[in-house]
């Protein structure tokens, strides 16, 4: 940790505090951005708090159904062309669980409330 | 402030135009009063007027095209207008069409329709007291509104053949898809499912294509108007009920699969009683998964339209992360979770 407090968490929540209390303040378009401003903001802490361990695990899960190493995007690129053409029908179960996982993973950093009780976390 | 008065000197700007455009038209004495901008959409402008003769006035709207993208999923004003005529002509709730924009009207492209009080906000409607009767109705008027929309000669609409959904609406989802370069997951194992477990072929019908809670009009006595027939084409009937029963346009009234409003059999039998073909509840889930394959992809062009610069918006930024809750509801409806 080579920066001064406070720290991103406290600086993400004073700014996302201030956005609420403009939303509160103000209505129509300008309530609407706040809100989409303080949305995002959470969404900036959660990636923080899971992205990285996310991107590991789903790193490790495409490099053992591929069968080849890469960054991410790389990994990412090579199962959406393999499952396009039909490349990966033979392990269906495994691509269909690989890209369930991948989309909880997103959901859990974009809105955990979206998701139905049986992919909560706690 | 600058924003602000940039969009008063455009609206200015419009508004001038538009009355020379009623002179041409209606004569020298025609004014334009009390102008209200109603959405500043997706690919749309409109504004409501009234249109002021000596005989009396009017209220109109006028709909001007935003979006000019190589990528544009909505087809053109001109085939809009051209649709709002022929509906209006078979009794289909809809504004009267009044006149299309011409060149020397210097107001871009698009066309005035009459205006219909009402109330289009899926929550108001949806929860406001006033429209209780409205919403108990929903279903079986959608059901109704199917019919006759779905029984129209898709001859008299046959300009509608040339549109990429017409010909393979898969095909044409998974091209807008791929003009983003993104790499989705979740969604290219959608398609290769909508691939392997395609409808066998339907007569084909004029379908409305985007006909959904958010784009009807409604009174407290129900329905008044259907809008916004960018997205109208020729296909499969079950397409606009997969699409009106949407997740994401049930507005977290999930247990409502008609828009959020209504169950799913008054919904079928006032279409059948109509005179619409028979339900076919698979292909309607498949148009339903399809659906969300078509929203994530939208909702993929609006955050495109962030990034890129042409339309920086928040709400557009958001579109983007939204994409994944979308993902969801298509995986959790394949894999039989969600009905």
Same mark, same amino acid.
């Given at each position: ?16 505090? *201030? #956005?609420?209390? =403009? ?5 129509? !378009? &300008? $309530?609407? @951005? ?5 949305? *995002? #903001?959470?969404? =900036? ?5 899971? !992205? &990285? $361990?996310? @991107? ?5 899960? *495409? ?60 | ?339």
């Amino acid at each position: 940790m080579s920066q001064d407090k406070p720290d991103i968490k406290e600086i993400l929540v004073t700014v996302k505090q *201030l #956005l609420e209390g =403009i939303a509160n303040k103000s209505k129509g !378009g &300008e $309530r609407y @951005d706040a809100l989409c401003g303080a949305f *995002l #903001l959470s969404v =900036i802490d959660r990636e923080l708090e899971f !992205g &990285e $361990r996310q @991107d590991e695990s789903q790193s490790g899960e *495409l490099q053992q159904l591929l069968g080849r190493d890469g960054s991410l995007s790389d990994l990412y690129q090579q199962f959406c062309q393999q499952v396009r053409r039909g490349e990966l029908d033979e392990q269906w179960p495994a691509a269909f669980d690989f890209a369930f996982k991948q989309v909880i993973d997103k959901v859990s950093v974009t809105n955990p409330n979206y998701l139905a009780e049986m992919h909560r976390a706690d | 402030m600058v924003e602000l008065t940039e969009q008063q000197a455009l609206l200015d700007d419009i508004v001038a135009k538009l009355e020379l455009a009623l002179k041409r038209r209606y004569g020298e004495a025609t004014r334009v009063e009390n102008v209200a901008i109603a959405t500043l959409g997706a690919s749309n402008r409109t504004l409501l007027f009234d249109l002021v003769e000596p005989a009396g006035r009017r209220r109109l709207v006028l709909r001007q095209e935003t979006l000019k993208s190589e990528v544009s999923p909505f087809i053109s004003p001109h085939d809009q207008f051209e649709i709002l005529k022929v509906v209006y002509r078979h009794g289909v709730l809809v504004p009267e069409p009044i006149f299309e924009l011409e060149p020397e009207d210097d107001l871009d492209v698009g066309y005035v329709m009459a205006c219909v009080e009402g109330e289009t906000l899926p929550k108001t409607l949806l929860n406001a007291p006033e429209f209780a009767v409205a919403r108990r109705r929903f279903a079986a008027q959608t059901g109704e509104i199917f019919a006759k929309l779905h029984a129209i000669d898709p001859g008299e609409v046959a300009f509608l053949e040339k549109v990429v959904d017409s010909v393979d609406p898969l095909a044409a989802q998974i091209s807008r898809y791929d003009a983003y370069c993104e790499y989705h997951p979740g969604l290219d194992v959608g398609i290769r499912w909508l691939e392997n477990n395609r409808p066998k072929d339907k007569p084909r019908v004029f379908v409305h294509g985007d006909y959904r809670n958010g784009n009807v009009i409604l009174s407290p006595e129900g329905i008044e108007a259907v809008l916004d027939w960018e997205c109208a084409h020729i296909g499969s009937a079950m397409e606009d009920f997969g699409w009106v029963c949407l997740r994401a346009w049930r507005f977290g009234n999930i247990e409502q699969p008609v828009g959020g409003f209504g169950p799913r059999d008054e919904f079928y039998q006032a279409y059948t009683s109509n005179g619409g073909q028979a339900i076919d509840e698979e292909e309607i889930r498949w148009w339903e998964i399809f659906g969300s394959l078509r929203w994530a992809v939208l909702n993929m062009m609006q955050a495109d339209g962030h990034i890129s610069g042409v339309r920086r918006s928040l709400p557009f930024a958001c579109c983007g992360r939204n994409t994944s809750m979308i993902e969801y509801d298509m995986l959790m409806t394949i894999d039989g979770h969600f009905s």
